[in-house]
């Protein structure tokens, strides 16, 4: 095959490459997937105008794009007896019934066509379409490469491996797993080693990451790629280490710690809802913690060039591919922005009379994808775990209403502060009288971990200066509240507590600057491979070498997290003092 031949199939096929991720949850044909109800009305609009496009537009034939069109109707709950659904379904079935999947031709779109019939079958029927989804994951397996990639049906050699394509026939592969048909696990533990091999130095992906002997720019890392790139990892992690998020290491606690780190950094998103099929046993291990690393850096490098991604080839396909992949992290933000939002204003700015997005019929079941956050079919919502330390209300909960001014605590009762409205809160912490601030700092973390975290919108200068208030105690809570707002401009705040007096404020400041960035390994400095420790070393003692540990922590983190800040902050404070040369 001609690299213009292999051109021709990428640039048709890459648009849609990410949005086979939506189809793992078996859905019956009497139970269709509804539109969320709450989109807003001009998103539920754009999303009918782009369904009578695709029905009024395509044939639909039995190739892959005609699997992907149906996949997208039926996943935003046209119902799976349309005839042009069934029509698909029917042509599916007859490419496969014929004997093994591409015994007797090679499908036109090879691994993306496979993984999109895959995801069809799966998605409308899979107790009746087992066997022919065993037939699709037959042939995906057998196209996987020695260095775990997959590429073009062309005879590869040693180094080929395309990043959409390997993404697409995972995606294809986890519609089959979660149809409660085996996969072989050493796939999945190949796939993962060659995404963490590929992964270049900037943290992003290449489209042909190890093959110079094309086009130049293939080996180059791209926006669409890193997106690729990052959601397979996110994928993978779960696939191959089960839904159940791995705790994180608690570091050893800094001195004086009376109430406690409020709340560590947990990784966010690795809540997908259970598979009732195991994967088959494999040889090849993986380790978690290089893919946690791996993934850390990947998704600070698509954080960096977001929305940059719509200004290049593909922009459609890049932001399913963030869309999926912030779902399956866990998070609302890349960067500061706000993704969904980008990304409707994008897709409804682009969306055409007729209803399409300028560029093709995949293209516009991807933007349907996109626009109704497919991927939360697949995930559970997630469950944020408490890290909980001595000043977190461990006792009272689940007790009855009237029962709710009491805290229990070993065999005991206490009078304990109700909660109330975030703002009612932070006024009786600037000035605590009657009730202790362990107290306070419980109620203010309980309602806004557990009930109003939106209620830190518009007290972020109250915020502000509480992180400057002479209490220790006080400046701790603030640092907590302000990493939990989401709001990026507020990074420079808890970078300046880092110098904080207090270690465990310091701590507090470091642990809230890994939950606002979605880093929760540490920051990487720049030029570095492995994060920084998030916790500040022990200065319990007087000990010159201890002390002198705690000043190098401070001065290498504060670095870092200076140096991600100016890649990541908002546009409006590019121009500032902090871009002038140090003399």
Same mark, same amino acid.
């Given at each position: 095959?001609?690299?213009?031949? =292999?051109a021709?199939?990428a ?9 086979? %991720? ?13 539109v ?11 999303i ?6 695709i ?10 794009e ?8 039926a ?16 042509r599916?079935?007859?490419k ?6 591409g ?15 895959a ?21 995906l397996? =057998? ?11 062309a ?10 394509i390997?993404?697409?026939a ?5 519609? %089959? ?11 999945f ?12 130095n900037?943290g ?5 990451? &190890?093959d110079a002997?094309?086009n ?13 790139g990052?959601g397979?990892l996110?994928l993978?992690r779960m ?10 290491e608690?570091?050893?606690?800094p001195?004086r710690?009376? &109430? $406690? ?15 009732a ?19 850390? +850096?990947?998704e600070?490098?698509l954080?960096?060039?977001f929305?940059?991604?719509?200004? +290049?080839?593909?922009?459609?396909? &890049?932001?399913?591919a963030?869309?999926?992949?912030a ?14 939002d ?12 007729g209803?399409?997005?300028g560029?093709?019929v995949?293209?516009?079941?991807f ?21 909980? $330390?001595?000043g ?5 909960r ?10 229990v605590?070993?065999?005991?009762a206490?009078?304990?502060l ?8 932070l ?5 605590p009288q009657?009730?202790?601030?362990p ?7 309980e ?5 109003n975290?939106?209620?830190? %919108? ?15 105690? %006080? ?5 907590w ?9 507020m990074?420079?705040v ?11 404020v ?7 600057l ?5 880093m929760?390994? $540490? ?5 570095g ?15 010159p070498?201890?002390?002198a ?9 504060k ?13 409006d404070?590019?121009?500032?003092r902090?871009q002038?040369?140090?003399?």
């Amino acid at each position: 095959m001609t690299s213009a031949t =292999r051109a021709a199939i990428a640039g048709r096929w890459l648009a849609a490459a990410a949005v086979c %991720v939506a189809v793992a949850l078996p859905v019956r044909a009497q139970e269709p997937l509804k539109v969320p109800e709450e989109l807003a009305p001009n998103v539920k609009e754009a999303i009918e105008r782009a369904k009578r496009h695709i029905l009024g537009s395509y044939v639909f034939n039995g190739g892959g794009e005609g699997s992907l069109s149906a996949y997208a109707l039926a996943k935003v709950g046209m119902p799976i007896e349309t005839p042009a659904i069934q029509t698909q379904i029917r042509r599916v079935q007859e490419k496969i019934d014929g004997g093994a999947y591409g015994s007797n031709r090679e499908p036109s779109y090879h691994v993306y066509e496979a993984a999109c019939d895959a995801m069809l079958l799966a998605d409308t029927d899979p107790e009746g379409n087992a066997g022919r989804l065993e037939a699709l994951r037959d042939y995906l397996v =057998r196209k996987q490469l020695a260095n775990g990639g997959w590429y073009y049906p062309a005879v590869p050699g040693p180094n080929s491996g395309d990043t959409s394509i390997t993404q697409f026939a995972l995606l294809g592969l986890w519609a %089959v797993h979660r149809s409660n048909i085996p996969v072989p696990r050493d796939t999945f533990a190949k796939a993962a080693r060659w995404f963490i091999e590929s992964q270049r130095n900037d943290g992003g992906f290449a489209y042909h990451p &190890f093959d110079a002997s094309g086009n130049p720019e293939d080996v180059m890392t791209t926006e669409s790629m890193t997106a690729a790139g990052c959601g397979s990892l996110a994928l993978l992690r779960m696939l191959l280490d089960g839904p159940q998020a791995r705790p994180q290491e608690t570091p050893a606690a800094p001195p004086r710690r009376k &109430f $406690g780190v409020l709340e560590q950094a947990v990784v966010e998103g690795d809540k997908p809802e259970k598979s009732a099929t195991k994967l088959a046993a494999g040889t090849i291990s993986v380790s978690r913690d290089v893919i946690d690393r791996t993934l850390t +850096r990947a998704e600070t490098r698509l954080a960096a060039g977001f929305p940059d991604g719509t200004k +290049r080839k593909f922009p459609i396909y &890049f932001l399913y591919a963030c869309e999926r992949t912030a779902t399956l992290l866990g998070t609302e933000t890349l960067g500061p922005h706000r993704w969904y939002d980008a990304g409707v204003e994008f897709l409804l700015a682009r969306q055409q009379a007729g209803g399409d997005f300028g560029s093709g019929v995949p293209d516009t079941a991807f933007a349907i994808l996109f626009l109704s956050r497919a991927t939360r079919t697949l995930v559970k919502p997630i469950i944020r775990e408490k890290m909980v $330390g001595g000043g977190l209300l461990v006792g009272g909960r689940g007790l009855p209403d009237e029962l709710d001014q009491v805290d229990v605590r070993k065999g005991g009762a206490k009078k304990r502060l109700k909660k109330g409205p975030v703002d009612d809160l932070l006024g009786q912490l600037e000035q605590p009288q009657e009730i202790s601030l362990p107290t306070i700092q419980e109620a203010i973390v309980e309602s806004v971990s557990l009930e109003n975290p939106e209620e830190l %919108v518009g007290q972020l200068d109250r915020l502000r200066r509480l992180a400057e208030h002479p209490k220790a105690e %006080v400046r701790q809570v603030a640092v907590w509240a302000i990493a939990r707002s989401g709001d990026y401009r507020m990074a420079p705040v808890l970078i300046a507590r880092l110098s904080d007096p207090d270690p465990v404020v310091a701590w507090e400041a470091s642990l809230g600057l890994c939950v606002l960035s979605h880093m929760p390994l $540490g920051v990487v400095p720049p030029n570095g491979k492995e994060p920084l420790p998030i916790a500040p070393p022990d200065v319990s003692s007087d000990d010159p070498a201890a002390r002198a540990a705690y000043r190098q922590w401070h001065d290498q983190v504060k670095a870092a997290w200076d140096a991600w800040y100016l890649r990541v902050r908002p546009y409006d404070e590019r121009d500032d003092r902090r871009q002038l040369p140090r003399k």
